[in-house]
């Protein structure tokens, strides 16, 4: 899944257990429950959880192929939350907004509302470097221009986003940290209202 709200309960779920947990950068677009067409090459990245032993899965993932990458990343929060940023900001918004990926940079109305709800995710993630991470952003972005983001197609045929797992995950953690996240509850709002709209048209 594309964010974060999983973290939570593997907290509960960790003693006595190795968990481990990773990310997909490959594009892909579900065309059925049987069909998905690939869009673009990328790696899946993984990472031992709170201590886990990395060697014991290791095994399982020593087979590469150039064109399926597979790679580990000794900082389970770092690679998480890299992609999650990226995908709090565009996801969302384009889904709200019915546009493709690109537009949140043409359209300065929407940049400057992605770049708010940029800074109040890195604000509650606490994150390292917010300049490399909001490049990242704007390039992600860019790179997918012409894309439709996997909520906004979820919206148009009416399924159930990833609301929860991306934003929820963050209002969670602001919640629990005494921080405020106006624009991440407005739109956490606006997409579970839509999610109950199955009539919009792209």
Known sequence: QNGMGHIHDLKDWRAGHSIYVGIVEHGAVRKSDTAVEHTGLG?????AFDGAEPDRLNVLLSHNHSDFPIRYETDWYRLLTGKLIVNA??????ALLQVKNGELLTT????AFM???FQEACRILRLENEEEAWERVRSVCGQTKE???SMLVDVIEGRQTEA???IGYLLKEARLQGLDAVH????YGSIKALERNTNKVF
């Not at 790696?43 to 990472?47: E, L, R």
């Not at 991440?184 to 739109?187: A, G, T, W």
């Open 43 to 47: 790696a899946i990245k993984w990472s």
């Open 89 to 94: 900001c565009i996801n969302p918004l384009t």
């Open 108 to 111: 300065p109305a929407y940049l």
């Open 115 to 117: 770049k708010l709800v």
């Open 147 to 149: 894309n439709r983001s």
């Open 164 to 166: 929860d797992a991306i």
């Open 184 to 187: 991440l509850e407005f739109l």
